[in-house]
């Protein structure tokens, strides 16, 4: 664990530097870091286990998410939270508290000092106080949103399918049907 993580994690809130998360296109990155409450990692696994294995997912919901990870590291002490996302940083924290703040509860309700989803600046600040600098920043597709990706992607297959369609031998005329 780098020395720069250990000291954000343990100054008071009053200490803490703002951290601006970085926008390249239109994708922005944000990466939070908060210690586990003791005793509950188990529980933290078995509710991202969930959130992973359920085809109603609340991250689902958040149509700007482009991927979101969470770790469990550090001899299971800390919680990393990393996404990259369509919008302003504000933007989504906003959403995944209006379409997901159950999920973001079952997760961060295992790690100390957590506020809750509701209200929102009190999940803001948590996220604030959190929320680590990213050094190296990399989205492949930095002009198009997910909107645009699963659209160019639904248009691949609607492509292909016309193409296999195309490819097919002509089927063979039956006698007696020529008008």
């Given at each position: 664990?780098?020395?720069?993580?250990?000291?954000?994690?343990?100054?008071?809130?009053?200490?803490?530097?703002?951290v601006?998360?970085?926008?390249i296109g239109?994708?922005?990155e944000?990466?939070?870091?908060t210690p586990?409450?003791?005793?509950?990692?188990?529980?933290l696994?078995?509710?991202?286990?969930?959130?992973?294995?359920?085809?109603?997912?609340?991250?689902?919901?958040?149509?700007s998410?482009?991927f979101?990870?969470w770790?469990?590291?550090?001899?299971?002490?800390?919680?990393?939270?990393?996404?990259?996302?369509?919008?302003?940083?504000?933007?989504?924290?906003?959403d995944?508290?209006?379409?997901?703040?159950?999920?973001?509860d079952?997760?961060?309700?295992?790690?100390?000092?957590?506020p809750?989803?509701?209200?929102?600046?009190?999940?803001?600040a948590?996220?604030?106080?959190?929320?680590?600098?990213?050094?190296?920043?990399?989205?492949?597709?930095?002009?198009a949103s997910?909107?645009?990706i699963?659209?160019?992607?639904?248009w691949?297959?609607?492509?292909?399918?016309?193409q296999?369609?195309?490819?097919?031998?002509p089927?063979?005329?039956?006698?007696?049907?020529?008008?």
């Amino acid at each position: 664990m780098s020395d720069d993580v250990n000291e954000t994690i343990s100054r008071p809130t009053a200490e803490i530097e703002k951290v601006s998360s970085k926008t390249i296109g239109q994708v922005t990155e944000l990466t939070v870091i908060t210690p586990i409450k003791d005793g509950s990692v188990n529980r933290l696994r078995q509710v991202l286990a969930g959130i992973q294995a359920s085809p109603e997912s609340p991250i689902k919901r958040i149509s700007s998410i482009h991927f979101a990870r969470w770790v469990i590291f550090d001899n299971d002490t800390r919680l990393l939270f990393t996404s990259n996302f369509d919008g302003s940083w504000e933007k989504y924290l906003r959403d995944f508290v209006e379409l997901a703040a159950d999920g973001l509860d079952a997760i961060w309700s295992n790690c100390e000092n957590y506020p809750g989803a509701k209200p929102f600046e009190g999940f803001k600040a948590y996220v604030q106080k959190n929320q680590i600098k990213t050094d190296l920043f990399y989205p492949a597709y930095p002009a198009a949103s997910v909107k645009q990706i699963l659209k160019a992607l639904d248009w691949e297959q609607k492509t292909n399918t016309f193409q296999r369609e195309l490819a097919k031998p002509p089927k063979p005329s039956t006698p007696g049907a020529e008008a």
